[in-house]
């Protein structure tokens, strides 16, 4: 005969990495684009969109969003063309065993180069970087504390559990006025990012607040190719009402994105009329303590007990620390104006050493600027290598870690010279990697006739390092039963503290 069993999970870290692919897009321009007779700079931002996970593994799967600023062959105006392309990214998943998966995917693209194959057709290729951790929830069969049979008694444990709530789902539309510098003509490019999200909490309403930072390239109206941008960064803050969970992780993208000229009281066209709508997802957990069961018996029976390890991750750390990454970068142009600046953080190592964390990573830079023939990019990469302060709790602990621009300013040193200053925010996590034993089978056999049983009470001289356990399980006695009969006998970790113990059989 058996003791019956359940089915509890624990949250397991399955892959944790880091990989490149190369994406290639041979595209010609849109139909209404002007032919290209100079280009200028190639941007790239990826979008992931969905991630599916089998068996054999998880796919990432998205869109890259290529913009292209180039010189006309008319008047050598400015003109801006997007393209798009798929992507798909497979990661193969270390002992996935088919249970629950949450996932947190980040794609930044490293690099943008672009090709001129002919006035109306370009080559783009871009570098993208992607950071992927899966967590699983594995399922154990283990012993229940619940058991149905009569004289079984049950040792047990608590541990730390958690338990995932479905997400929640929700798009945010939002509208900003913002004033530009100039009269604006024709709006060459624009662009919106998210700084990641933070989340606060409230009885019944969990509020997930956000950065827009927004930029566009603007021809100046009524004039001959003079360009200007207007940036603004203002916060954004979505509230779901009343989701299920005790804490939350938020995940931020852009979906939709316009901008348009308006007249303010002057009648000027310097309002910057911008409308965007996020996609917003939310995800919930819950802490439950979980109790395992590590030995039992039955006191009428032979027991044979089973036992085995399970091994599961749990968060144990978390903190923001900045740090400021400065390149200047010589030119061979006359340069008369720095425009905008774009930066791109993407972190390759986080390592744990004495007195805190490591973190190591690379800044591309890429900085619009007007030159004496025109307006052209300077676009360089610079490494960054910063031990940051830390009280890393003890324990096999694996650390992450990711970066976004917080600021990006670029001045004129000289006519040849940009000097490019950036804040990087790093976001750092630590998950520990814990094994507990637990109880997995207890078979119970009919048991040969006791030597003691004619005996109604035995006086038993325990040794020092005993426990209630371990003598209630000896003499198959109740362990409630062995204390109330030794008053005192025992500490409040059940530690035998007497000389001798008297054990009532009957």
């Known amino acids: 005969m058996k003791a019956s069993t359940r089915t509890v999970y624990l949250p397991r870290r399955i892959c944790h990495t880091t990989s490149e692919k190369e994406i290639t897009l041979e595209n010609p321009l849109p139909d209404l684009s002007p032919d290209i007779s100079r280009l200028i700079r190639a941007e790239a931002t990826a979008y992931p969109e969905q991630t599916e996970a089998g068996k054999d593994g998880v796919t990432v799967s998205g869109r890259v969003v290529f913009g292209l600023l180039y010189e006309t062959d008319y008047k050598n105006k400015l003109a801006h063309a997007s393209m798009t392309t798929d992507f798909a990214q497979r990661f193969v998943l270390d002992g996935f065993a088919g249970g629950a998966l949450d996932t947190d995917v980040r794609v930044e693209c490293l690099h943008v180069n672009c090709r001129l194959l002919s006035p109306r057709k370009v080559l783009l290729r871009c570098l993208l970087a992607f ?34 709530i479905d997400p929640v789902e929700a798009v945010y539309s939002f509208s900003e006025r913002i004033d530009s510098p100039k009269p604006i003509g024709t709006i060459l490019s624009k662009t919106l990012t998210l700084s990641p999200p933070e989340i606060v909490e409230r009885e019944g309403v969990v509020v997930v607040n956000s950065n827009a930072h927004f930029t566009s390239l603007v021809e100046e109206e009524n004039t001959d190719n003079a360009v200007f941008t207007v940036t603004s960064t203002f916060p954004i803050s979505m509230e779901f009402n009343a989701p299920e969970g005790e804490h939350f992780h938020a995940e931020l993208s852009v979906a939709t994105l316009d901008a348009s000229a308006e007249l303010n009281d002057y009648g000027e066209n310097k309002i ?49 620390r900045s740090l400021t990454v400065e390149k200047t970068v010589e030119t061979d142009s006359n340069l008369l104006e720095v425009l905008d600046t774009l930066a791109t953080v993407s972190v390759t190592s986080t390592v744990q050493e004495e007195g805190g964390l490591r973190v190591r990573g690379n800044v591309a830079i890429s900085v619009l600027a007007v030159a004496d023939y025109g307006v052209t990019t300077i676009d360089s990469t610079e490494p960054f290598d910063e031990l940051f302060p830390a009280n890393t709790p003890e324990g096999d602990i694996d650390y992450y870690s990711f970066g976004y621009p917080l600021s990006a300013v670029s001045t004129l040193v000289s006519g040849n010279t940009v000097s490019t200053k950036v804040i990087v925010m790093l976001k750092m996590f630590g998950f520990e990697k814990r094994e507990v034993t637990a109880a997995t089978e207890l078979t119970m056999e009919e048991s040969a ?30 362990p409630a039963l062995l204390r109330s009969d030794n008053d005192g006998a025992f500490d409040d970790n059940d530690h035998v503290r007497a000389r001798m113990l008297r054990i009532c059989k009957k």
């Open 449 to 478: 006739k006791d030597e003691f049983a004619d005996e109604a009470v035995i006086y038993y001289y325990p040794d020092r390092d005993e426990t209630l356990w371990n003598v209630a399980k000896q003499y198959s006695v109740n």
């Open 131 to 164: 950071s992927m951790a899966a967590t699983e929830l594995r399922g154990t069969e283990v012993l229940s504390p619940e058991a149905k049979e009569s004289d079984t008694f049950f040792q047990t444990t608590l541990i730390e559990g958690e338990r995932w």
């Open 272 to 320: 910057m009329a911008v409308n965007f709508s996020v996609d917003a997802r939310l995800k919930g957990y819950v802490n439950e303590p979980l109790e395992l069961v590590t030995d039992a018996f039955n006191s009428n029976y032979d027991n044979h007990i089973q036992t085995g390890s399970i091994y599961y991750d749990l968060p144990v750390f978390a903190a923001e």
